[in-house]
């Protein structure tokens, strides 16, 4: 009877090992125990608010391509463009975290600062743009081509804007110096939301050239009431197409409603599919896929090595896309969109050609962005940025530098 006992206690402590040491640690090559990787995110929202959500599913996507369990993940959500945040970084170094992504581009400042302070963590933040000149090896930046998306979704507008001149539904009041006016809903004047609704401006006029745009900021990124207040603003103004870089479901709901009421007017969202939100207004969202840069960044990171420190991709890596289209898109939408997106990755389509926009009449040959962050002196590491007939936009950081009001487009 002892022998058995034994045998059970025997079996027990080898069950014992094995479970803790698979759950826990491995060892390495040369037999010490190899620390757990722990990845911590902290994030400005959480799923209610679609640009997080938008994270949260590449992370998770992310997590699974990587064979991470739960456990290697350390979430901190709804955390403040404030102290909090390095608050959270702090407390994420602690609980042995060896790499931590932030979200907004607001963390930034404080990412980098305790950055500084654990040079044997890996810092990135997301749509930030002062790792290259951080002279920190543990911190990175990285964002998206959304430009590119925000263009073919505006071919989608573009589309519906040709269905509805050519069957007469455009009100004479949409009408704007003799071109259609559409607007749009911007979270900030910065740089990410001008290049985005000029690219958007840009598939616009690439399929109706008759257009303008009206542009209103809510000095927010996630305002529920404010996006959809904007929106009904711009609506007053008989604007026909409603685009977004805002981060709730406000704008579209607005214009859904205003549809069902008999107004001409039709949303194209940002992230997230809103066709929920908006059955019959919604004609499609740019979007992100973020998962595409969380797989690349976490398997670095798991490998011991660095990532990039400026990091953008878009449609040739699958890291943007539209949502699906809705149900109110103009015939032949879907063939325009797959033929964009083949030129865009064969190098055909460039969003930015200098052909297709002017500044004060002008076509430019030069357009400088800051690289410093220095913006009050005329710095000799501000970069032109236009060659070879377009503007090259994130490809000097990966953080958007179109930062100019081209003409066609107005801010309110």
């Not at 951080?134 to 573009?158: D, K, P, Q």
Request: glycine share 10%; net charge negative; hydrophobic share 40%.
């Amino acid at each position: 009877m002892k022998k058995i006992l034994s045998l059970v206690m025997a079996l027990f402590l080898v069950l014992g090992c094995l479970t803790g040491c698979s759950s826990e640690q491995k060892p390495s090559e040369g037999g010490e125990p190899e620390k757990q990787t722990k990845i911590g995110i902290i994030l400005v929202g959480d799923e209610n608010e679609g640009y997080t959500y938008a994270h949260m599913v590449g992370i998770q996507e992310a997590q699974k391509a990587n064979g991470l369990d739960d456990s290697q993940i350390i979430w901190k959500y709804t955390i403040g463009e404030t102290q909090a945040c390095y608050d959270a970084a702090v407390d994420l170094v602690e609980q042995g975290c060896t790499a931590i992504f932030s979200n907004s581009y607001g963390h930034q400042q404080f990412m980098q600062q305790a950055a500084s302070e654990y040079p044997e963590v890996q810092f990135v933040a997301a749509t930030g743009d002062t790792a290259a000149l951080s002279g920190l090896t543990n911190f990175a930046n990285a964002f998206t081509n959304v430009y590119e998306s925000r263009y073919v979704s505006g071919i989608v507008a573009g589309m519906k804007l040709a269905e509805l001149e050519a069957n007469g539904q455009i009100p004479a009041e949409s009408y704007k110096d003799g071109k259609v006016l559409i607007g749009y809903v911007g979270a900030y004047p910065y740089a990410e939301v001008v290049s985005g609704f000029t690219a958007f401006f840009l598939g616009v006029k690439s399929v109706f050239e008759n257009v303008t745009m009206e542009v209103i900021y809510t000095n927010s990124w996630f305002n529920l009431v404010a996006e959809g207040e904007t929106a009904n603003t711009l609506m007053a103004d008989h604007c026909v197409i409603i685009g977004q870089h805002a981060d709730s479901t406000g704008a579209p709901a607005a214009v859904e409603a205003a549809l069902a009421n008999g107004t001409v007017a039709y949303s194209v969202g940002y992230n997230i599919d809103m066709l929920e939100a908006a059955p019959n207004a919604a004609l499609t969202s740019a979007t992100n896929n973020w998962g595409v840069y969380y797989t690349y960044a976490f398997g670095q990171v798991i490998k011991g090595e660095p990532v990039a420190t400026d990091w953008a991709e878009g449609y040739k890596t699958g890291a943007v896309a539209i949502t699906a289209l809705g149900p109110n898109c103009a015939p032949g939408t879907q063939e325009a969109v797959d033929k964009a997106i083949a030129a865009i990755k064969s190098g055909e389509l460039h969003v930015f050609d200098t052909n297709n926009w002017t500044l004060n009449g002008e076509h430019l040959s030069e357009l400088k962005i800051d690289l410093t962050g220095d913006f009050d002196t005329d710095d000799a590491e501000d970069k032109n940025a236009i060659f070879d007939g377009y503007f090259h936009e994130s490809e000097f950081r990966s953080a958007p530098s179109f930062s100019v009001i081209i003409d066609g487009i107005f801010e309110k």
